[in-house]
């Protein structure tokens, strides 16, 4: 950390540059952005979606729908592209040779994070006006809490992701770890079962699995509070175990 807080900010920004430009070049990073723009036009052009249900409270598909697609930008980001990107950089020995090179390792991990950061904003940020502007979904009562809880949300993944990323040798073993960890809270978002046709249970579950409780907090479902302590904890404890656990090597 202090190695980032002395780098130089120009340098800073050049990596930051330099990251996104490499990433942006994988053909993969098109799908992780591209898709849920595509899934919420498709569902927005669905007749039976735009029909309120009283199984959703009085919600129409497209409605409860545009949450979750707007999840799945920042939980590919974190749970594959992050720790599949580090791992092949452990594989090539690009972290070993990092750590005894002239740039601080941090900064060059920092830039990462931050670019992976600023693609998941703007995904989100896209999905979220294609659903308003093109599909009159309403905003959330309160778009702040919604904010927040997006924000918590979104550093919990990557503290995850990091997490994965501290130990996979490989990119098949960050693979195999990340997209379980994603899957998983595909499901608490709603996007293989709307969240409120589920049993109650399932749906209080749900709201212990960290994009789940960004859902329900757009939803307005459950205390703000407890939603966001949830998302805390999960940032602590993996961000913690991930700097501990973490090898260049």
Sequence with gaps: MSAVLHFPRRGLRTLTVTQAKLLLREPAALAWLGLPVLLVVIFGNI????????????????????PTLAAMVPLFLACTALPMTMA?????????????????????????VAVIAGLAAAGVAVVVAIGALAFDVSTPANPGAVLVTL??????????????????????????????????????TGLYVPIAQLPRVLQRICEFIPFGAVTAAWSGHGQLWQHLLVLAGYTGVAGLLAARTFRWE
């Design 88 to 112: 092949g950089w452990r594989e090539k020995d690009v972290l070993r040779r990092l750590s005894v090179s002239p740039v601080p390792a941090a900064g060059m991990l920092a830039a990462l």
């Design 151 to 188: 924000l918590f949300g979104s550093a919990a993944v990557l503290a995850l992701g990091l997490l994965i990323a501290a130990r996979a040798r490989t990119g098949a073993a960050a693979s195999g770890l990340g997209v379980p960890l994603m899957v998983l809270n595909f499901f608490a």
């Design 47 to 66: 007749p039976a979606f735009q029909t309120p249900a009283a199984t959703l409270g009085g919600k129409r598909v497209i409605d409860v729908y545009v």
